[in-house]
């Protein structure tokens, strides 16, 4: 349509053309190119844009020279801009068709409205009717041009007229107003308009460098990478079109697993030229729409503004940490980098991006200390939600006010069946919530502090219980549970020795768990604490053995006396091959290291079964006996003694 309309204004107009100044034609052409070629760069929503400043000197000529002349010096600026800047055909041809589009357009309202030939002088009562054909050639040329661009984009033109029209007003709009001066000029004579261009010339370098401070002022000046500021502002962005979209977002922190060890070994320089091919590895399985950030440090933060769901954006973490696993390339050294990646997704984790960061920060450190690589934010292990800081606040009550109970779930020997001990599990009777399991809470207590008095407490109670256990002639040994906090104080084997001595049980009536982790932290420390407790005689296991991380290496210098086979891999013995050959080689593992071994989690007569037949030392699960409170336990512990004693 555009074109035709070229055409048509072209054939009408071609015989005015040459009677016409063409004078005129030979000053304004260029410039109108001159415009298309050059323009004003500026930014917009964190967006480059470009500002043509062709249209007055185009709009001068259709006022001048008519409205062939003007369509024709656009057609051939547009077309040679295209070309220059190596754009499509089909995008030369919109803009050429366009812009005669707007020719025709305010051409007529031109010669409908006022009597405007060539070589007319400008009056003043012009200025009306210059004024309606300026609104129409912008109106007509930004509604075309603005609905191309929605259309393509797959935005809602609507709402994007409504935006880009502000803009355009606010540019190219005040730039029209420019034609009647241009004009003026060009009526005294023609070589005062290319002085047009030097305030013109002036602006271009004055936005240039606007352009480049800004770009400063959002990018890491190391990797080019989006700075904290400009992530920010394209989440809230991102945010804003996922609310109307109804799509999800993903915010993704990255941080780099011993960064600091590449620094302190390898020198600042290295760490830099690191941190460098961070960005390209990661925006070779990213998607253009996608936006890489460097916040600080060695973090990196990635923004999804519109991913599927959950298990997309767990497949694109996957494929990041793919693309970080293999080598970096330094100057003379091969580095190998593992990376650790929080998640956090919109609306779900959060509807502004302060929250969404927050929660990718909580995932990533998830993600860092269960070394699993990258990790979905989840409420139920954010220290930081407003429910566990409640939980909080009510914990540090709980101990004062009597609020934790032990249960008690029995051992048996695998052989003769005899009972041998019990585990205490502890439990919060929470005033409001009920009995709240341990998972729930001791994580919690043990990142505030809350570690110590928490097993003193667990501790006394289990020792008191057995005191009275032994009063009725039922000797068991008693299994407590530690955190790896307890396991870095030095006191606490001082502690545990007070109280063993207040309750009048001899030490090795008291198991002490631990776990692989707990040890790992800092096992130079770890291991001075279990040699004290042992050297008193306390009996140690190392729980939920399988899930960690220690070496055999590691488990040979740990002085412990049990092993208990993670539950786990327990309960799946029957239905999964590779969980069976765990327990069984770790039943081997134990012998020869001779240690005793316990299976937990033994919840049928088939387990048990084939525990015995592997030669396993004790069992511990519901098969047995689930975890019960003490007068519960005693009750039980008499009846197994009462049918133990009639066999
Ligand atoms: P854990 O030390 O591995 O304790 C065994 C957990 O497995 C208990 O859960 C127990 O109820 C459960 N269990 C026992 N037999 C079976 C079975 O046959 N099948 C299944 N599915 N589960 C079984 P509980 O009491 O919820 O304790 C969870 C964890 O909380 C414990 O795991 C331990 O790590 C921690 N914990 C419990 N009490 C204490 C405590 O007093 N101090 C500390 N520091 N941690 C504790
Ligand atoms: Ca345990
Ligand atoms: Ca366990």
């Known amino acids: 349509m555009g074109l035709t309309a070229l055409a048509l204004i072209v054939a009408s107009g071609f015989s005015h053309l040459l009677h016409g100044p063409l004078g005129h034609v030979a000053v304004f052409t260029p410039l109108v190119v001159l415009g298309e070629l050059v323009p004003i760069r500026v930014r917009r929503h964190d967006v480059e844009e470009e500002v043509t400043v062709s249209t007055p000197f185009a709009f001068t000529l ?14 051939v600026a547009s077309c040679v801009a295209d070309m220059a800047g190596r754009k499509p055909l089909w995008k030369a041809l919109f803009n050429m068709g366009q812009f005669s589009l707007s020719v025709g ?98 602006v271009h370098t004055c936005a240039s460098t606007l352009l480049a401070k800004e770009y400063e002022a959002l990018h890491d000046p190391l990797t080019a990478l989006a700075n904290r500021r400009l992530f920010r502002d394209r989440t809230i962005e991102a945010l804003d079109e996922a609310a109307r979209t109804k799509t999800v977002t ?14 302190d070994t390898l020198g600042h320089h290295m760490g830099d030229v690191l941190l460098q091919q961070i960005g390209p590895r990661l925006s070779g399985v990213l998607r253009e729409s996608d936006t890489i950030a460097r916040p600080g440090g060695d973090e990196f933060a990635v923004l999804l503004p519109d991913v599927q769901g959950e298990l997309a954006a767990m497949e694109i973490a996957d494929r990041m940490l793919e693309a970080l696993e293999q080598h970096f390339t330094l100057p003379e050294v091969l580095l190998d980098i593992d990376a650790s990646i929080g998640i956090a997704l919109s609306p779900v984790h959060g509807m502004d991006v302060d929250t969404l960061m927050q929660r990718a920060d909580v995932a990533m450190y998830l993600a860092k200390e269960t070394k699993s690589g990258y990790q979905v934010y989840a409420p139920e292990r954010d220290p930081y939600s407003p429910k566990h800081l409640r939980l909080l606040h009510d914990l540090r009550h709980a101990i004062e006010s009597d609020q934790f109970v032990l249960h008690y779930q029995p051992k048996a020997a695998l052989g003769s069946g005899s009972i041998i001990g019990v585990e205490a599990l502890v439990r919060w009777q929470h005033p409001e919530q009920g009995l709240i399991p341990p998972d729930d809470f001791v994580p919690l207590a ?32 008693v299994a407590v549970n530690l955190t790896g906090r307890n396991l870095h104080d030095p006191n606490f084997p001082i502690d545990v020795a007070k109280l063993l001595e207040a309750w009048d049980i001899p030490a090795g009536d008291l198991l002490l768990e631990i776990t692989e982790n707990s040890v790992m932290s800092d096992p130079a420390r770890v291991l001075g604490v279990l040699k004290a407790l042992r050297e008193m005689g306390v009996e140690l296991a190392l729980d939920d053995f399988g899930t960690g991380y220690s070496s055999l290496a590691y488990l040979k210098r740990l002085p412990v006396h049990e092993l208990k086979i993670d539950k786990s891999f327990v309960m799946n013995m029957a239905g999964d091959e590779s969980d069976a050959v765990i327990v069984q080689s770790t039943i081997g593992l134990a012998r020869n290291l001779k240690l005793r071994v316990v299976a937990e989690g033994v919840e049928d007569k088939a387990a048990w079964d084939e525990l015995v037949a592997l030669g396993c030392d004790v069992a511990q699960g519901y098969f047995l006996g689930r975890p019960m409170a003490a007068a519960a336990m005693t009750e039980w512990l008499r009846n197994a003694a009462a049918v133990a004693a009639a066999h």
């Open 62 to 75: 259709l006022l001048t020279s008519g409205p062939a002349a003007a369509a024709l010096a656009l057609a």
């Open 446 to 477: 043990e990142r505030s502090g809350l570690s110590r008095p928490l097993t003193l407490f667990v501790l006394n109670e289990s020792l008191r219980q057995l005191h009275e256990w032994r009063k009725e002639g039922i000797h068991l040994r």
């Open 250 to 263: 993903a915010v993704m922190l990255i941080d780099l697993d011993r960064f600091k060890e590449v620094n």
């Open 105 to 202: 357009a305010s051409g007529a309202v031109l010669t409908g409205l006022g009597t405007f030939g060539p070589h007319h002088h400008l009056t003043p009562d012009q200025l009306p009717v210059i004024g309606v054909a300026a609104a129409v050639f912008f109106a007509v040329n930004n509604v075309v041009t603005g609905t191309g661009i929605a259309l393509a984009a797959k935005k809602n033109v609507a709402e994007f007229l409504r935006r880009d029209l502000l803009f355009q007003m606010g540019t190219t709009g005040v730039l029209l107003t420019l034609a009647p001066i241009v004009m003026s000029a060009a009526d005294d004579t023609l070589l005062l308009v290319p002085l047009l261009l030097l305030p013109i010339a002036a």
